[in-house]
């Protein structure tokens, strides 16, 4: 499975951003997709997945992101409103195949947010 991540950037407090993510190779319908941030000093952590039609958020997201997939392009997006300085990390693209312990992950794309 390979992932290829697209979108972050640098964007000030309160602006929005969209992150894409496609998988290609032996990848099934039934998979869990989504998105971890790292920010310098800290942990990976959970920003959002999505299996089937069921999500999942870290608590710090509070109704300002939003994540959804295309089943039939094998990617996920995820869509951040009103972005703080403490978004700011490394994000990276998830990938689990149904039945699976085996995690992939993208190369990670940057996200800054100014104040």
């Known amino acids: 499975v390979q992932l290829q991540a697209f979108g972050g950037g640098l964007v000030q407090a309160g602006e929005s951003l969209r992150l894409s993510c496609a998988a290609s190779?032996?990848?099934?319908?039934?998979?869990?997709m989504g998105w971890y941030r790292q920010a310098p000093g800290k942990e990976r952590e959970l920003v959002a997945s999505i299996l089937s039609t069921t999500t999942n958020y870290g608590d710090f997201v509070k109704g300002r992101f939003t994540i959804s997939r295309d089943n039939a392009k094998n990617t996920v997006n995820l869509q951040m409103n009103n972005l703080k300085p403490e978004d700011t990390g490394v994000y990276y693209c998830?990938?689990?195949?149904?039945?699976?312990?085996?995690?992939?992950w993208g190369q990670g794309t940057q996200v800054t947010v100014s104040s």
């Open positions: 190779g032996r990848t099934a319908s039934f998979n869990r």
């Open positions: 998830h990938f689990r195949p149904a039945g699976s312990r085996t995690d992939y």
